[in-house]
Each structure stands twice: as structure tokens, then as C-alpha cells.
């Protein structure tokens, strides 16, 4: 059994994180789609929201499933017998990061290999924050994000207006 994690922030979830979920689903026996908890960063949707927005995107998929991490996820990986790490890359700007950051996760754990995808050409120059940033200012998100991620997206920008932020 060859298990895959695809990790991220997934706030929310993309057309472009899918593509490369899709496709890790048909390279493993099984993926786990791993929401993880970065401080650093202010969300938008909790990770409660984004768990649940991330299992209604990947229910086509018999051998995907959601869950929660916090911590490293190389500590992650070992708990739940996780081989690899995949990570899209969009383009050689993803690289010098992510390299760094599979050469820390193989220091750290060697049995958890980093695979790169490359994201298909369509979806290159997708990002959470820009979707964010171009919704925010009444730009049409459409067929960039699932429709009901839209849908939540818009209720949540809209909600943020009403409070003031
Ligand atoms: O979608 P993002 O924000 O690029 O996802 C980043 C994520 C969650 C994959 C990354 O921050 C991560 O792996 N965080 C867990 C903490 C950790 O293991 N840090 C060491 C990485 S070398």
C-alpha cells in the first residue's frame, strides 16, 4: 500500500489543488489531503470549514480522504504510515521553497520521500490568495474554484464587509 499526503493551507481549496490531488489519487493507493494549521498566516476559513469544503471537492475520489494536522508534517506522515509528500509546482518560482522545504522534511524523516507535479498549464497561475484578493474586489471567480466553494466564499467576503473588516 502506497499512501501520498498532498498538504496545504487550502484556504480555500482551488480548481488548481484538485488537478493535483486528481492525479496523486491515480499515482497511490490511497492520499490524504492534509489541512495544516500555519500561525503565520490569517485565514479566511477556519480549519474546520476548510476540512469540510475539501471533502465535499474530493467525495469522486474513492482513495482520498480530508484530514486535520498540526505540528510537522513529517510527524504527520510517520503517524499515519505516509510515504510521500506531493506538492504541485506551478512554476520554477515554487521551486527554490519547496526544494528547501523537502530537504528539511527528508532530514528530519528519510523514509518520507518528496514527489513534485508539475500543475497542469491551465491552472499555473492559480493561488488561494489571489482568489481571495480577486473576489474581495468583485472580480468573478468562476471556474477557478469549485461553484460551492464560490458560494461560500462570496457569503464569507460578505460577512467580513458587514462586520467592518
Ligand atoms: O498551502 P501552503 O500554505 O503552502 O501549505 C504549507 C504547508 C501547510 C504544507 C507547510 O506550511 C507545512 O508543511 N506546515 C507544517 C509545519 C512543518 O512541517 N514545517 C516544516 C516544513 S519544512
Not at 81 to 92: H, S
Not at 107 to 135: D, G, I, N, Q, Y
Not at 141 to 160: D, I, M, N, Q, S
Request: aromatic share 8%; net charge negative.
Amino acid at each position: 500500500m502506497h499512501r501520498a499526503v498532498c498538504p496545504g493551507s487550502f484556504d480555500p481549496v482551488t480548481n488548481g489543488h484538485l488537478d493535483i490531488i486528481g492525479r496523486s489519487a491515480k499515482l497511490f493507493d490511497e492520499v490524504v489531503v492534509a489541512v495544516g494549521v500555519n500561525k503565520s498566516k490569517n485565514r479566511l476559513f477556519s480549519p474546520e470549514e476548510r476540512i469540510a469544503m475539501l471533502t465535499e471537492a474530493c467525495a469522486p475520489w474513492d482513495n482520498v480522504r480530508v484530514d486535520g494536522f498540526t505540528g510537522l508534517l513529517t510527524d504527520f506522515c510517520l503517524e499515519q504510515d505516509i510515504d510521500a509528500i506531493v506538492k504541485g509546482l506551478r512554476a520554477v518560482t515554487d521551486f527554490d521553497y519547496e526544494l528547501q522545504m523537502a530537504q528539511m522534511n527528508s532530514s528530519l524523516a528519510p523514509v518520507v520521500e518528496t514527489v513534485f507535479v508539475p500543475t497542469s498549464p491551465e491552472w499555473s497561475f492559480l493561488a488561494s490568495s489571489l482568489v481571495k484578493e480577486v473576489a474581495t474586489f468583485g472580480g468573478d471567480v468562476t471556474g477557478l474554484v469549485p461553484e460551492f466553494v464560490r458560494e461560500h466564499l462570496l457569503k464569507r467576503l460578505a460577512e467580513r464587509e458587514s462586520a467592518g473588516d
